[in-house]
């Protein structure tokens, strides 16, 4: 009896304290970023019905370096064509199959021929991504790459280039969709290659043609790992480029992240990078944009940004989310829309993304599309209908104002697509635009705005004397001539202060672009790119000056030498002065909230 008691009261005692511990355990984790990691995540989903895994919080934070030195220095041993991302050429010799496979490929695949498929890359990352650290516990990957007669060694170079590049035990497969190529190489001798040479790597063979985004689709179902990691067929990943992807989503599954891409040259295989990031985004035709990283995200060089919308091709997403958003939508045919499908669903469905500097994969962006126009009428237009009716709501209507025959495209049946919004309460396109793709209509307005003035500029110094820009062409000098309008002379005097605030060409993509900043500096032409630096033009109305620039210059000018330059500005000068012909004034008073802001 005492003891049964002693028994109990040790068993009471052991039990609370270990509630007390639990208790804390999870108060203590639960307020730092704990991560999700899934038991049964790699149940094959062998049809489009998810399995629902379920959710286990692991209590591990600990992070570490997870470059792989001996690689590294391997690496940097190797030299020959190509070696280290080095532009590299073909001699005489071998250029006897340069043009015909140029051909196919639209880029020099007999180059990359002569290039090791194993070949070192540059570590171009930021500096401080070197000594970044991440999570010890990340989740296992599964690598798709669909391709269609891919040119056999940039492919192989994808496949290898990953199986080196990434921790084995991430890795659990990667998965070249077949998307029914022609190629010879593509069957037989790409099954006995990777059978012999990369054993991780395996081809799946489609039946028929199905398309990028079908294939896509067809190798997600195949995959088993945690995370399904999307590359183009023509791309080569770079140092340690797996962990800055893989962390964003162990620590939350609804993440999708992107690395950034690199530019492999098409003709000399050179790599380098073709910015230090940007936010993804769309204009209202639906051309893929970018955005300009936020201050915050400028200040964190190396930590990953939220991006609106992917640029497509490459990109990390969680197994289950992917499904969980019904992975792409099945209607897609061939290519194109379906970035933005997936980011819309992505963000309004309760998820986010990311971009990851510290991860690079270099891809070959082509001269030219190979490819044939698979004659099947305007699929694009109906691929972004599709995805504007079940995402964009009202937004769709921007989209239709500047296409309107896509308001008479068959989408096709949207009811299951309907439903997945309805399902999982996915938010409105209104929200996206206010809390993801906030500032995209500063740069690309749903609704352009007119212009802010049209018309001749004439001088009130000398009257009988126009601007004239004399049909000149790029990084030439702008003049003065006689008003067309007085004499019947030819002459080249018809400009836009447009919303973009630059002065163009009436009718042309030419701009008025000042660069010189010296005292006395000449107007040249140049084209437009809407960013206002040195094409930055405002017309104050009362003044009648034409104002150059952040740091405002006049537009001013010498009559006698029929010369026209920029200059400090001077209230007394009456060259200064200019009469716009046609101004807008509602627009001119509300000059800060049109398009690009000060
Ligand atoms: C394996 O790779 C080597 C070296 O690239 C190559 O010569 C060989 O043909 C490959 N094996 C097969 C079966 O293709
Ligand atoms: C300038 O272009 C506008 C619009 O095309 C036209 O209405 C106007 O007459 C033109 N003005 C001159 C001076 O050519
Ligand atoms: C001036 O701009 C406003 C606002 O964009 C527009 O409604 C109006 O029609 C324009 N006026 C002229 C004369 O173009
Ligand atoms: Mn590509």
């Not at 955005?291 to 197994?319: N, Q, R, V």
């Not at 995402?391 to 308001?407: G, Q, T």
């Not at 084209?527 to 040195?534: E, L, Q, V």
């Amino acid at each position: 009896m005492k003891r049964n008691i002693r028994t109990l009261v040790k068993y009471l005692l052991l039990s609370s304290v270990t509630v007390v511990f639990t208790v804390l355990f999870y108060r203590i984790f639960k307020s730092k970023d704990f991560r999700y990691t899934d038991v049964q995540f790699g149940a094959k989903y062998g049809g489009v019905e998810p399995v629902a895994p379920q959710n286990v919080l692991a209590f591990d934070n600990e992070k570490i370096d997870w470059h792989d030195y001996d690689q590294i220095k391997q690496e940097s041993m190797r030299t020959g064509p190509g070696e280290q991302g080095k532009a590299a050429y073909l001699n005489q010799a071998e250029n006897h199959n340069y043009d015909a496979l140029y051909k196919v490929n639209g880029f020099n695949a007999a180059l990359s021929d002569k290039i090791a498929v194993d070949r070192a890359v540059p570590d171009i990352r930021h500096k401080g991504c070197k000594s970044k650290k991440y999570l010890k516990n990340l989740p296992s990957v599964s690598v798709i790459v669909p391709f269609h007669n891919e040119h056999w060694t940039t492919l192989l170079r994808t496949a290898t280039s990953v199986v080196n590049r990434s921790p084995p035990h991430l890795l659990k497969e990667v998965i070249l969709v077949d998307d029914f190529s022609s190629k010879e190489f593509s069957r037989k001798p790409l099954d006995d290659y990777l059978a012999a040479n990369l054993t991780k790597v395996r081809a799946l063979h489609l039946p028929e043609r199905s398309g990028l985004i079908r294939a896509r689709l067809a190798g997600a179902r195949e995959a088993t790992a945690e995370v399904l990691i999307f590359l183009d067929s023509h791309t080569e990943a770079n140092v340690n480029w797996l962990p800055p992807l893989l962390e964003p989503i162990a620590q939350d599954y609804k993440t999708c992240v992107c690395p950034f891409i690199d530019v492999v040259q098409y003709e000399t295989f050179e790599y380098r990078a073709q910015d230090e990031g940007a936010r993804g985004a769309f204009d209202w035709e639906f051309f893929y944009k970018r955005l300009p990283l936020l201050p915050e995200d400028l200040k964190h060089p190396t930590e990953p940004f939220k991006s609106p919308i992917m640029a497509g091709g490459l990109f990390a997403i969680s197994t289950k989310f992917f499904w969980e958003l019904d992975g792409y939508d099945e209607g897609l045919d061939i290519w194109g829309g379906e970035q933005y499908e997936l980011s819309f669903k992505i963000w309004q469905c309760g998820g986010q993304m990311y971009d990851a500097p510290c991860s690079r994969v270099g891809h070959i962006y082509r001269k030219y599309a190979p490819f044939p126009n698979p004659g099947k009428g305007d699929f694009v237009g109906r691929n972004y209908r599709r995805v504007a009716e079940v995402w964009m709501d009202e937004y769709a209507e921007y989209l239709y104002m500047r296409r309107p025959h896509y308001r008479n495209l068959d989408t096709g049946d949207l009811t299951k697509q309907k439903g997945l919004r309805d399902r999982l309460q996915c938010k409105p396109f209104k929200w996206f635009m206010k809390n993801v793709a906030f500032d995209l209509p500063l740069k690309y307005p749903p609704i352009e705005p007119g212009d802010f003035g049209v018309g001749e500029i004439r001088n009130l110094g000398a009257p009988e004397l126009c601007v004239d820009s004399g049909f000149k062409d790029k990084d030439q000098i702008v003049g003065l001539k006689e008003c067309v309008s007085d004499n019947k002379q030819r002459g080249e005097q018809n400009f836009t202060l447009t919303w973009h605030k630059d002065l163009r060409v009436k009718g042309k993509s030419m701009c008025f672009d000042v660069s010189d900043p010296n005292e006395k500096a000449d107007v040249v032409l140049y084209p437009c790119h809407g960013m206002k630096g040195n094409q930055y033009w405002r017309y104050d109305v009362e003044k009648q000056w034409f104002l150059h620039g952040g740091n405002p210059r006049c537009l001013d000018c010498d009559p006698g030498q029929k010369r026209l330059y920029v200059k400090s500005c001077d209230e007394h000068s009456k060259t200064q002065k200019w009469r716009f012909e046609n101004v807008n004034l509602t627009m001119i008073a509300d000059w800060e909230n049109i398009g690009v802001q000060e």
